[in-house]
């Protein structure tokens, strides 16, 4: 009898040392919870991911390497890859990955520069611009400006989040809740993207846009309520 419980005390205590040493604990600096010794993070499981991803969740073409390249931008959930329009086809020039899932992506050409610039928003609402310096293969992608364009409060919107930018490169607009229009001030050499919050009555907006040629930033939408679709300006 005794050595049968001698046993099965022995097989429960090896069972709750391996499962101590297999559950991976975590803490921040401001959690009481402590870390785990050296002997037991030795035996955590180690994720990577070995494959990048394939599904293309947003595009963009310009001129973002050199004013006289063409260039097609795909961006993959995180992984961006930067290709050359070419009459031999499409030629790849740079890849590389950002801290979040890529949600929108537009170009835009800032006053007096002859390339234009990548501004992203990620699914989190972080909004960053992107510029290429040198030339392939010492191309390098700098992040000019950057910032979080979020709320802590407010309704996703219904139609997802857009990103419009003003013909001469003014200001940006985002429209990621619903009845609220972010503006993004678009100044030279600023390093970080501070959006205000503008109220609009519109809440299913279709599609929206800046208009050409304004004296001010001025924008046109397509909006949609129980008596139809109609268009109107701000």
Not at 156 to 161: D, L, P, R, S, Y
């Amino acid at each position: 009898y005794y050595t049968a419980l001698f046993s099965t005390l022995s097989r429960l205590k090896i069972s709750r040392k391996t499962i101590s040493f297999e559950s991976p604990i975590r803490a921040s600096k401001d959690s009481p919870t402590k870390m785990a010794s050296p002997a037991a993070s030795s035996a955590l499981n180690y994720v990577v991911t070995a494959h990048p991803p394939t599904a293309i969740t947003a595009c963009a073409t310009g001129n973002f390497t050199s004013p006289n390249d063409l260039n097609l931008i795909l961006a993959k959930v995180n992984h961006i890859e930067v290709l050359s329009v070419s009459p031999e086809g499409l030629q790849p020039v740079k890849q590389f990955t950002i801290n979040g899932r890529v949600e929108v992506m537009k170009f835009f050409r800032p006053q007096g520069m002859d390339k234009d610039r990548l501004f992203i928003v990620t699914a989190k609402n972080n909004a960053m611009i992107l510029e290429a310096e040198g030339v392939a293969p010492n191309l390098e992608i700098i992040t000019k400006a950057r910032g979080d364009v979020g709320d802590r409060i407010g309704l996703n919107a219904q139609t997802g989040t857009r990103a419009i930018i003003d013909p001469e490169a003014r200001v940006i607009g985002l429209r990621i809740y619903d009845s609220l229009f972010k503006v993004i001030p678009l100044e030279k050499d600023q390093s970080e993207l501070k959006a205000y919050n503008i109220k609009m009555e519109e809440l299913k907006v279709i599609d929206i846009e800046f208009l050409h040629g304004c004296p001010h930033p001025t924008i046109v939408l397509v909006h949609q309520d129980q008596n139809g679709r109609h268009v109107k300006t701000h």
